[in-house]
């Protein structure tokens, strides 16, 4: 059985920073790539925020691109997203996803508050 399990969201204030966390469960870790999206409140969409190959090959949004730093540990089964510098409109629940070509499993989300 799949499971991702994120943790570490919470309330901040603004210039603040938090490290979120997604553990996976069930498999082949190193053969996904994996990503951080987050839903805005009232929002429908999924808005994409980073990504990380196996090989290690970042990408970021416009809006992480310089605050946020995506990284991974095969030993570990885990994922982080460090984010700096936050805004209020980081505001968002945020979702770990792990996908690779036959694939895509998604966690349960991390709600990240942001005050201004």
């Known amino acids: 059985q799949v499971q991702l399990v994120e943790s570490g969201g919470g309330l901040v204030q603004a210039g603040g920073s938090l490290r979120l966390s997604c553990t996976a469960s069930?498999?082949?870790?190193?053969?996904?790539?994996m990503r951080w999206f987050r839903q805005p409140p009232g929002e429908q969409r999924n808005e994409f925020v980073a990504?990380?190959?196996?090989?290690?090959?970042?990408t970021y949004s416009n809006s992480a691109k310089g605050r946020f730093t995506i990284s991974r540990d095969h030993a570990k089964n885990t994922m982080w997203l460090q984010m700096n510098d936050l805004k209020p409109e980081d505001t968002a629940v945020y979702y770990c996803?792990?996908?690779?070509?036959?694939?895509?499993?998604w966690g349960q989300g991390t709600q990240v508050t942001v005050s201004s």
């Open positions: 996803n792990a996908a690779n070509t036959s694939y895509s499993h």
């Open positions: 990504s990380i190959t196996g090989d290690g090959a970042t």
């Open positions: 069930g498999i082949r870790f190193s053969g996904f790539t």
